[in-house]
Structure formats: C-alpha cells, structure tokens
C-alpha cells in the first residue's frame, strides 16, 4: 500500500512536470512569434531612439523641457505665417499651372485678367502677381510680422500736436 501510494505520487509528480514542461515550451514558442510580429511590424529603424542611446539620453531626461533655443526672442504671430505659406503655396501652383501654357492661351488669360502681354515669361509671371494681389488684397501674406500698419495723419503745418493716428483693427501679438 505504501509502495503503490509512493508509485502514485511519483506519477503525479511526473505528469506535473511534464505539464510544466510543455507549458513552457508553448509560453516559449508564442513570446518568439510575439518578437517576430514585432520585429517585422514595425519599419525602417527607430534613429531617434538610436541617436538618443547614442547622446546618452535617459528615458527619465526626455519627458523633461530643454533649453529654449528662442530665449528672449518674441514670438511671430501665427496668421503670418500661415498667410506667407498660403501666398506662396498659391504662387507655385498658379506657376505649375500656366506653365504649359502657349502664346494663344496667356493672350487669352491677359484679356480676361486686364494683364498687358509683353513676353511669354514675362506675362506667365505678371498675370501670377495680378492673381496674388487679387487674392490677397494687395497684402501678400507678408506684412511686417503680423503686426498691422498704421496710417498716420499729418497737418500741413508739420505741427505735431495736430498728428492724429487711425488704428485699423490692430492685431496684437
């Protein structure tokens, strides 16, 4: 009774490690498929990664703000930017599409826009800056800064307690 209670435990204790072993291997086998989706999933190198190990980054250092590299140095108003990059995304498609053009064409345009034809690259850039003022008011995209201008009033007599400024809708930045 003894031996076989040994016996018994001895095979459960071998069916136990066998399970165990098993496990392993399966547990082994996914974590490699998990590595090679990974490895496979992703594309290219991660550079940054490698030029930060390389610089001797920490994990910790990069959620931490640097240095500002535009310490003291005022800050451009959004709009003008966005203007300039509008007026110059506007002039090279207005370029790229009179491009192509032919003589009869730009003489055609020149009519309709009220642009006088001269020569044929001459005209192709007149009739560009005649549908940039269009566009843009006669503004551009480039006023100084996004800071507005200012007209100011004079008298004739040059005096200066009679100057008078008109502030248009001024956009302070």
Known sequence: ?????????????????????????????????LEMVQRTGTRGTNLKLKLDEAAGKNDNAANEP?????????????????????RDAFVMANRWDLRGKNKDAVMTICKNEGVV?????????AIVQARVEKTFNGDGGKND???ASVP??????????????????????
């Not at 800050?75 to 203007?83: L, N």
């Open 1 to 33: 009774m003894e031996v076989e209670a040994l016996q018994a435990l001895r095979i459960s204790e071998m069916n136990a490690r066998k399970e165990s072993e098993v496990e392993i291997d399966r547990l082994k086998q996914s974590l490699a498929r």
């Open 66 to 86: 640097g240095p500002s590299v535009r310490k003291n140095k005022e800050k451009a108003a959004p709009g003008s930017v966005s203007k300039a990059v509008d």
């Open 117 to 125: 034809y001269t020569t044929l690259e001459p005209t192709k850039e």
């Open 145 to 147: 800064k996004g800071k």
């Open 152 to 173: 100011v009033k004079v008298s004739k007599d040059g005096d200066e307690s009679s100057v008078k400024e008109t502030h248009d809708d001024l956009i302070v930045s």
